[in-house]
């Protein structure tokens, strides 16, 4: 080929004329092909099983993905590499658009591939002639559901009960996609049906459970978190929540008679039942419910006397009773006010005093029947710490002596 030395610059030539033209009707015969095909771009998208979460496509195993190719308009064939091999080839018909269906496999991480177009495919389908401007497309692999661990508060009273509203509060991490969403729930324990209690799909993952909208009783609690990809992880259950809101009350007031038929003496005894346990310490400090012993004053009332209690010394005052005078006896019992030693000790719900000797006073014996009234102290509690109701307890059964 000739050259002509190109008077615009020393040293350097130019094709002549001619030769110039001679390469462009070579370009034409031969197409824009022969100097290589190219990509001009690779995405992935996602259908069912994949999240796209901030501009990252998350896939989980068997999640559908489609890889979207766009090429030279002379392109052929289309090698993938990488992360999902393959060759898609157009029958000899050159066109620009390619897809290609997957599905996410196993495992976590990003997944990456290579994409290069080329102009010809041989009679092996194998991809041939120039490739230019290789592309890539990438997704990440979510196999790993998030983490979760839950807390409530506040915690349970020293009786293991809990007579307020419980916070329940939980934290949840992924390193995946990340956290979408978040459900606690509370079944009655240990194996009833699980019912959601709130959900939350912000990063503080906490709610209040409203303890009054639910039957007195044992619960279990949980939460279950599920991340973009759709995973869903279980926590580990806070077992045995006790909830009581009910506040207790006096059922039953009874005596009976241990020693002479109508009058109050060693050997009598009087119980006190209350609609659930009480915490005896609330009764009297430091008692945990054994035998105790306790002083009685039987106050003389005229034709009605009334009943209290207080600690072994007489100095401290039990809350047994509402007032000194919340316990009456319905008749004349005493002809001076009377001290009696005693015992108390508790069982399940009920309280019981059993008369010991008397330390001062002077007794009447009653002959005629007659029915006690008792007033509860609001002083005594539950063991959830809930305070007792004063309605007035009316003694029912056989209308006799009582003592």
């Not at 110039?20 to 100097?35: C, M, P, T």
């Not at 006790?242 to 009058?263: L, W």
């Not at 035998?291 to 809350?319: E, H, K, P």
Request: aromatic fraction near 6%.
């Amino acid at each position: 080929m000739p050259l002509r030395r190109n008077t615009t610059g020393r040293g350097k030539f130019a094709l002549g004329g001619g030769a110039a033209i001679a390469a462009l009707v070579l370009l034409a015969v031969l197409g824009a092909g022969a100097f290589g095909a190219s990509t001009t771009s690779a995405v992935f998208s996602g259908g069912a099983g994949t999240a796209m979460v901030d501009g990252t496509l998350y896939a989980k195993q068997g999640g559908a993905l489609t890889l979207t190719v766009t090429t030279s308009s002379d392109t052929e064939c289309v090698e993938v590499t990488g992360a999902h091999p393959a060759t898609l080839t157009s029958n000899r018909n050159p066109r620009s658009s390619w897809t290609l269906n997957l599905t996410a496999g196993t495992g976590d991480g990003v997944k990456t591939v290579t994409v290069a177009a080329s102009p010809n495919v041989n009679s092996q389908g194998k991809c041939t002639g120039q490739s230019q401007s290789p592309k890539t497309a990438s997704y990440v692999v979510d196999n790993t559901g998030p983490t979760v661990t839950g807390s409530r508060s506040p915690a349970a009273n020293g009786a293991g009960w809990n007579h307020a509203d419980v916070t329940i509060a939980w934290a949840a991490a992924d390193a995946g996609s990340g956290v979408a969403s978040w459900t606690a729930q509370y079944r009655t324990s240990p194996s009833g049906t699980w019912t959601d209690i709130c959900s939350d799909a912000t990063s503080s993952y906490g709610c209040s459970w409203n303890t009054t909208a639910v039957t007195d009783g044992t619960y279990d609690l949980r939460a279950v978190a599920r991340d973009q990809a759709g995973h869903t992880t279980t926590s580990s259950v806070i077992s045995a929540v006790r909830i009581d809101n009910t506040a207790p009350s006096g059922t039953s007031v009874q005596a009976t008679n241990g020693g002479t038929a109508g009058q109050i003496g060693s050997g009598d005894t009087l119980r006190f039942t209350y609609s659930e346990a009480i915490a005896p310490a609330s009764i009297l400090s430091g008692w945990t419910g054994g035998s105790q012993a306790i002083r009685v004053y039987v106050n003389d009332g005229g034709t009605v006397d009334t009943m209290d209690f207080r600690n072994s010394t007489g100095a401290t005052r039990l809350n047994l009773v509402n007032s000194s005078t919340d316990l009456s006896l319905g008749r004349d019992f005493v002809g001076s006010a009377a001290i009696f030693n005693a015992t108390m000790s508790m069982s399940g719900s009920t309280i019981t005093i059993t008369f010991g000797s008397r330390i001062s006073g002077t007794l009447k014996t009653v002959a005629t029947t007659g029915t006690m009234t008792w007033r509860p102290s609001a002083a005594a509690l539950d063991l959830a710490g809930l305070a007792a109701s004063t309605t007035l307890v009316t003694e029912t059964g056989t209308v006799d002596r009582d003592f």
